[in-house]
């Protein structure tokens, strides 16, 4: 287990016992965390799940049957990848928006198309003809999608990515190139300067460590209740 899910384990108790502000109103809310792969998406989320009791929504990670063989061999399984990924978060996203409960969602929908099936193709891991019916499929489901309420969206720089896949210690994301990140990281810039399907909250995190200092993640609290109010 590495540090930063060790210190995210024991600071349940006392995130618990903070008073649940966003429960005061009544009102269901839509919250999403966005960001490179590293950059303690899932380790927010978490923390946040405990101190509002917002329903959490992880991404499909342990349980993938194609992420394995994705990091081996990208070009073949490129295309498997992303479209069980989309039908994963639909399914997420369907349950949040005909549920009941204030939410919080661990990477949401747009990213698959606009970052990462979006840079397969670009370099040339995802053939166009399998891009094109990805991207029609893509389009079709996000018509009937709610766009979150708020999304948070983690900037960190491919030295933070690195340092903190490290430290989680997936055997198959040890292999991903510092390269591939980059990339990732400019498809991300583009994406929100273009996005406009609700409230946006970018968190500069290369010097933020809200899992392991209660400060840091206090602020990032009061950045993420000024957007909600």
Known sequence: MNKKKKSVKKRRASASKKPRRAQRSKRKVFIAVAGNIGAGKSSLTQLLSLRYGWKPFFESVEDNPYLNDFYADMKRWSFNLQVYF??????S???ITEGPESVILDRVIYEDAEIFARNLYEIGNMEQR????????YDVMTEYLRPPDLLIYLRANVDTLVQQIFLRGRDFEQSIKKEYLEQLNRHYESWIARYKKGPLLVVESD?????????D???????IEGKLR
């Open 86 to 91: 989309l039908s994963n978060r639909f399914r």
């Open 217 to 223: 993640l206090e602020q990032l609290v009061r950045m």
């Open 130 to 137: 399998d891009y094109e019916n990805y991207v029609a499929l």
């Open 93 to 95: 996203h369907k349950a």
């Open 207 to 215: 010097e933020l460590d809200f899992v392991n200092k209660q400060e």
